[in-house]
């Protein structure tokens, strides 16, 4: 057990996520919080560290979806898109409604949300199953056309959302003044039910066996094209669900929200070890890669670092990871084949 | 687990190496004053020139009154409002005593403002405000007067009369939504002027001259450009694609590679935005603010220079003394 604990990618990207928050507390130094008084080191305080899982949770919440998408062969470029899309849409409808109880208003902002994402996941997975072409050129258009109607039905206003789900998204629940634990709370849900999805599910399984080897899924009487949709349709979902608790948590949205987000989801999913040919990947590897991309642009920052280097430092580490894991990939492979031959 | 070994050997790498160039020490706790600047992107010579002012005042201040100030740059690559609220909120976890921001979107960081506030860190605005939000002060042009001063000046070379269109940048941003405003506010006081449309286009040079060539094509009777921001001006494409006897531009900016239209006669006025004031103003305010303890009031209005071929080498001589580089020596050694 304890092999197989070791040998697991989950526990590498922790003790990677551990060794780079180590050095982050190591070299931070400390400051004098304004409110208390007391010296606290500037990287290990439960602010900075509920701001870090802050900032991934909208990328890893994302990611969890774009990782089924991409245990199934595919990839979805358009979630920063439906990100806008439904934030936007969101924010007009509770605005045209008007005011509402704090419920209402949750149901209604929640439910306009995930039900552009459902459409718009849906959207993506009929084209791409229904016109047999590549999810790429597909999600490509998508990103710009979703974007677009974003852009021209918010008049590229950014519109408020109403208070009372700001002081849901921002509830301290206990923690304390200025922490706002809500949005890390839902990532590790979303991760939870992922990963029960992916691992303890039939229909988990079968998105495995879509990605690995989608011929052979077909022979063994797999229903390939709902598989496929029902991978677009949870990404658009899950985008949907990101955009109202980033919305909601920063009180706004407007088209130009979750421009660029896609890379980074993708990203995310690709350094928590999914494989882009498909029938590799993991929810919680996909949440622990948002959350080391955001705490290596963390420590751009708390390093004091000329911040300008934050995209070659990323794009380098993620080129250099992915390169190096296929590389090992290929040395084991090889070593099992000539254990084979001889 | 090679993976995530690569993922580490890379980032503690390439940070070192990175670290090398541009880094300061982690700091602890000491006295003096830390100010977090974050503008709306790393990328746009106008936040780069406020930048020189900021860290130029933190020295003057720290020289005269003998505490250390320190400007942090926290500005995003690219425009992002939700990344601004997060640096804001990044800012004040790391202990900065106050924070200085251009917002790209309001209602974004009017949250992120006021828990910053809260938690006993002063907030205060330049160049695009907050007004909803906690900032206790805001130095900047007044936008509907910049749009309107942009439509009279360039009535005025227009002899009150033509066809124009307006240059607008990213619709997003409302500070530049007020610009477009009061251009055409203005321009109801002209009964010969028409504006056949407002154009906006993503922020680069590169991009907005290619949006004026395009439009320039699509409505060839075009005599005037009321540009609320000089991005085509920053590459010299223009200069060559417009007649200056046929067509006008009047333009918000006067940074060093848009004098040449000044000189040329293309852009015969230029509304300039002292920008390196934008630091150097707002940090000195801060610094009164917290140090002194002293009021600041919450509107501190900045007024255009108007840049002119008659003053171009004065313009020229006080770019280079902000810290601009690139001034050519040419308009150095004009009047």
């Given at each position: 057990?304890?092999?197989?604990?070791?040998?697991?990618?989950?526990?590498g990207?922790?003790?990677?996520?551990?060794?780079?928050?180590?050095?982050?507390?190591?070299?931070?130094?400390?400051?004098?919080?304004?409110?208390?008084?007391?010296?606290?080191?500037?990287?290990?305080?439960?602010?900075?560290?509920?701001?870090?899982?802050?900032?991934a949770?909208?990328?890893?919440?994302?990611?969890?979806?774009?990782t089924?998408?991409i245990?199934?062969?595919?990839?979805?470029?358009?979630?920063?898109?439906?990100?806008?899309?439904?934030?936007?849409?969101?924010?007009?409808?509770?605005?045209?409604?008007?005011?509402?109880?704090?419920?209402?208003?949750?149901?209604?902002?929640?439910?306009v949300?995930?039900?552009v994402?459902?459409?718009?996941?849906t959207?993506?997975?009929?084209?791409?199953v229904?016109?047999?072409?590549?999810?790429?050129?597909?999600?490509?258009?998508?990103?710009?056309?979703?974007?677009?109607?974003?852009?021209?039905?918010?008049?590229?206003q950014?519109?408020?959302?109403?208070?009372?789900?700001?002081?849901?998204?921002?509830?301290?629940?206990?923690?304390?003044?200025?922490?706002?634990?809500?949005?890390?709370?839902?990532?590790?849900?979303?991760?939870?039910?992922?990963?029960?999805?992916?691992?303890?599910?039939?229909?988990?399984?079968?998105?495995?066996?879509?990605?690995?080897?989608?011929?052979?899924?077909?022979?063994?009487?797999?229903?390939?094209?709902?598989?496929?949709?029902?991978?677009?349709?949870?990404?658009?979902?899950?985008?949907?669900?990101?955009a109202?608790?980033?919305?909601?948590?920063?009180?706004?949205?407007?088209?130009?929200?979750?421009?660029?987000?896609?890379?980074?989801?993708?990203?995310?999913?690709?350094?928590?070890?999914?494989?882009?040919?498909?029938?590799?990947?993991?929810?919680?590897?996909?949440?622990?890669?948002?959350?080391?991309?955001?705490?290596?642009?963390?420590?751009?920052r708390?390093?004091?670092?000329?911040?300008?280097?934050?995209?070659?430092?990323?794009?380098?580490?993620v080129?250099?990871?992915?390169?190096?894991?296929?590389?090992?990939?290929?040395f084991?492979?090889?070593?099992?084949?000539?254990?084979?031959?001889? | 687990?090679?993976?995530w070994?690569?993922?580490?050997?890379?980032?503690?790498?390439?940070?070192?190496?990175?670290?090398?160039e541009?880094?300061?020490?982690?700091?602890?706790?000491?006295?003096?004053?830390?100010?977090?600047?974050?503008?709306?992107?790393?990328?746009?010579?106008v936040?780069?020139?406020?930048?020189?002012?900021?860290?130029?005042?933190?020295?003057?201040?720290?020289?005269?009154?003998?505490?250390?100030?320190?400007?942090?740059?926290?500005?995003?690559?690219?425009?992002?409002?939700?990344?601004?609220?997060?640096?804001?909120?990044?800012?004040?976890?790391?202990?900065?005593?106050?924070?200085?921001?251009?917002?790209?979107?309001?209602?974004?960081?009017?949250?992120?403002?006021?828990?910053?506030?809260?938690?006993?860190?002063?907030?205060?605005?330049?160049?695009?405000?907050?007004?909803?939000?906690?900032?206790?002060?805001?130095?900047?042009?007044?936008?509907?007067?910049?749009?309107?001063?942009?439509?009279?000046?360039?009535?005025?070379?227009?002899?009150?009369?033509?066809?124009?269109?307006?240059?607008?940048?990213?619709?997003?941003?409302p500070?530049?939504?007020?610009?477009?405003?009061?251009?055409?506010?203005?321009?109801?006081k002209?009964?010969?002027?028409?504006?056949?449309?407002?154009?906006?286009?993503?922020?680069?040079?590169?991009?907005?001259?290619?949006?004026?060539?395009?439009v320039?094509?699509?409505?060839?009777?075009?005599?005037?450009?009321?540009?609320?921001?000089?991005?085509?001006?920053?590459?010299?494409?223009?200069?060559?694609?417009?007649?200056?006897?046929?067509t006008?531009?009047?333009?918000?900016d006067?940074?060093?590679?848009?004098?040449?239209?000044v000189?040329?006669?293309?852009?015969?006025?230029?509304?300039?935005q002292?920008?390196?004031?934008?630091?150097?103003?707002?940090?000195?305010?801060?610094?009164?603010?917290?140090?002194?303890?002293?009021?600041?009031?919450?509107?501190?209005?900045?007024?255009?220079?108007?840049?002119?071929?008659?003053?171009?080498?004065?313009?020229?001589?006080?770019?280079?003394?902000?810290?601009?580089?690139?001034?050519?020596?040419?308009?150095?050694?004009?009047?």
């Amino acid at each position: 057990m304890i092999r197989r604990a070791l040998a697991s990618s989950q526990l590498g990207l922790v003790l990677v996520i551990v060794l780079l928050g180590t050095i982050l507390t190591i070299s931070a130094g400390s400051h004098v919080d304004p409110r208390s008084g007391l010296e606290i080191n500037s990287f290990l305080n439960s602010y900075t560290l509920i701001q870090t899982a802050t900032d991934a949770s909208f990328f890893a919440i994302m990611a969890v979806g774009a990782t089924l998408v991409i245990i199934a062969g595919g990839i979805d470029l358009s979630v920063g898109s439906i990100y806008a899309l439904a934030g936007v849409a969101a924010a007009m409808v509770l605005r045209a409604m008007g005011p509402m109880d704090s419920l209402a208003t949750f149901a209604v902002g929640a439910g306009v949300a995930l039900g552009v994402g459902l459409v718009c996941g849906t959207f993506n997975g009929l084209m791409v199953v229904g016109l047999k072409v590549h999810p790429f050129i597909i999600t490509l258009g998508t990103m710009w056309i979703l974007r677009g109607i974003a852009f021209v039905t918010s008049e590229a206003q950014s519109i408020l959302l109403p208070g009372s789900l700001t002081a849901v998204a921002k509830a301290s629940l206990g923690l304390g003044a200025a922490l706002y634990p809500v949005p890390m709370l839902v990532m590790l849900a979303v991760t939870a039910c992922g990963s029960v999805y992916l691992g303890g599910t039939v229909m988990g399984r079968h998105i495995f066996a879509v990605g690995g080897n989608e011929e052979a899924s077909r022979f063994a009487g797999l229903r390939i094209g709902r598989i496929k949709t029902g991978v677009f349709v949870l990404s658009g979902l899950l985008a949907g669900l990101a955009a109202f608790i980033g919305a909601s948590f920063y009180g706004s949205a407007s088209s130009a929200d979750g421009t660029g987000y896609e890379l980074y989801v993708i990203a995310s999913a690709v350094v928590g070890g999914a494989s882009l040919s498909g029938g590799k990947g993991s929810a919680v590897s996909a949440m622990l890669g948002a959350l080391l991309i955001v705490l290596i642009r963390q420590s751009i920052r708390t390093l004091h670092f000329d911040q300008n280097y934050e995209w070659i430092i990323i794009g380098s580490a993620v080129v250099i990871a992915v390169v190096l894991d296929q590389a090992s990939a290929r040395f084991t492979a090889r070593r099992l084949a000539r254990g084979t031959g001889r | 687990m090679t993976r995530w070994f690569g993922i580490s050997f890379a980032t503690t790498a390439i940070a070192l190496a990175a670290g090398c160039e541009g880094a300061t020490p982690a700091t602890t706790a000491k006295p003096g004053l830390r100010v977090a600047v974050i503008a709306k992107a790393s990328d746009n010579p106008v936040f780069l020139s406020a930048r020189t002012g900021a860290e130029a005042a933190a020295k003057e201040l720290s020289q005269k009154h003998g505490i250390p100030v320190e400007i942090g740059w926290l500005t995003p690559a690219k425009e992002d409002g939700q990344v601004q609220a997060q640096r804001i909120a990044q800012a004040v976890n790391e202990g900065f005593n106050a924070v200085l921001i251009s917002c790209s979107d309001a209602g974004k960081v009017n949250g992120a403002i006021n828990d910053a506030v809260d938690r006993g860190v002063p907030v205060m605005t330049f160049d695009s405000d907050a007004p909803e939000s906690k900032r206790f002060a805001f130095y900047g042009v007044d936008d509907i007067k910049t749009g309107e001063a942009v439509m009279n000046e360039l009535a005025a070379q227009m002899g009150g009369k033509g066809p124009i269109a307006i240059l607008a940048g990213n619709q997003n941003a409302p500070n530049l939504r007020k610009r477009v405003e009061g251009v055409k506010q203005a321009a109801t006081k002209y009964p010969g002027i028409t504006i056949v449309d407002t154009f906006y286009h993503v922020e680069t040079p590169q991009d907005a001259a290619a949006e004026v060539i395009r439009v320039q094509n699509a409505y060839p009777q075009l005599r005037g450009w009321a540009m609320i921001g000089g991005w085509p001006l920053f590459t010299p494409t223009l200069l060559t694609d417009l007649d200056p006897a046929r067509t006008k531009i009047v333009s918000v900016d006067a940074l060093p590679p848009e004098l040449a239209y000044v000189e040329k006669g293309l852009a015969p006025v230029l509304l300039a935005q002292p920008t390196y004031l934008w630091g150097y103003v707002s940090v000195q305010r801060i610094f009164d603010k917290v140090q002194l303890k002293q009021d600041v009031p919450q509107i501190i209005p900045m007024e255009l220079v108007r840049v002119t071929k008659d003053n171009l080498g004065t313009w020229a001589r006080q770019l280079r003394d902000w810290g601009f580089s690139d001034v050519p020596a040419a308009y150095l050694n004009m009047k």
